[in-house]
């Protein structure tokens, strides 16, 4: 019986390595299949690759997440906003440039009292932790390590903000699952998250290691609620829209079976 080979690919191009694009075209090569997450990501493969490039062999499945599970719930105002950021700990996350968005927040004495959470774990949590306390920030920020799935969906929706800082994405499963929850969201302008969020209509774009636009952005929502609830229910349809589960399980089943 002849067995398929189905690559999938999810680094983002803008941070693949030398290697990984040479693996890439061994795919385009050998492989029956080769998937990606977004058109736009295959869009920048297709230009990267020339004539490397197999439109035959692409198919375009977006991820999908169980939108029985990620759901909204009614969050009671109060004077304390909660931001956060899901995403594992590494270098390639720009976690450095919100603590000093929070920084330069907590400086301005806001009318609320702001906190912030960020989950997960990775290489570069003790340098995070470390610059907690070089800003002054430790007491308002809490490192809540990995979270279990259920952990995981009370986490998000005890956020009055979501914020999602990278140097690059694929295609992040943290904001489709914040998308889901009805959250407002907040995230880099770069390939692999731009394609998710259109600006001003389901999330603001800010620019990667720039903590002043992204301290401004959040302002921007703690002052204007109207905005940020717009922004939200924006972010929720698209989810249920696009971010299916099902939608994306039929879509594999077609193409291991046909």
């Not at 297709?46 to 490039?53: E, F, T, V």
Request: a positive charge; hydrophobic letters at 45%.
């Amino acid at each position: 019986v002849k067995k398929k080979i189905i690559v999938r690919e999810t680094q983002a191009n803008a941070l693949k390595t030398r290697k990984e694009w040479t693996w890439l075209r061994l795919s385009m090569l050998l492989a029956d299949k080769v998937i990606f997450l977004s058109e736009s990501y295959n869009e920048e493969v297709k230009k990267r690759l020339g004539k490397r490039y197999k439109a035959k062999k692409i198919s375009i499945i977006p991820n999908g997440i169980e939108l029985n599970t990620y759901q909204p719930i009614i969050k009671a105002i109060t004077n304390e906003i909660v931001i956060g950021m899901l995403s594992r700990i590494v270098i390639i996350k720009d976690h450095a440039s919100l603590l000093q968005a929070f920084a330069i927040l907590k400086q301005q004495q806001l009318a609320v009292n702001l906190k912030l959470k960020i989950a997960g774990d990775g290489e570069n949590r003790q340098t995070l932790e470390e610059l907690t306390k070089q800003l002054n920030i430790e007491n308002d920020v809490e490192f809540t390590g990995t979270l279990n799935q259920e952990e995981l969906l009370t986490f998000i929706q005890s956020l009055d903000i979501y914020i999602h800082a990278s140097l690059g994405e694929t295609m992040s499963t943290a904001i489709m699952q914040a998308m889901a929850c009805k959250k407002t969201i907040i995230a880099s302008d770069v390939a692999g998250i731009n394609n998710m969020i259109v600006q001003n209509v389901s999330g603001l774009l800010v620019p990667v290691k720039d903590p002043g636009s992204l301290a401004a952005a959040i302002q921007q929502l703690i002052k204007d609620r109207e905005l940020a609830s717009t922004l939200a229910v924006n972010a929720y349809q698209f989810a249920v829209d696009n971010y299916s589960n099902t939608t994306m399980f039929n879509s594999y089943k077609q193409l291991f079976y046909s």
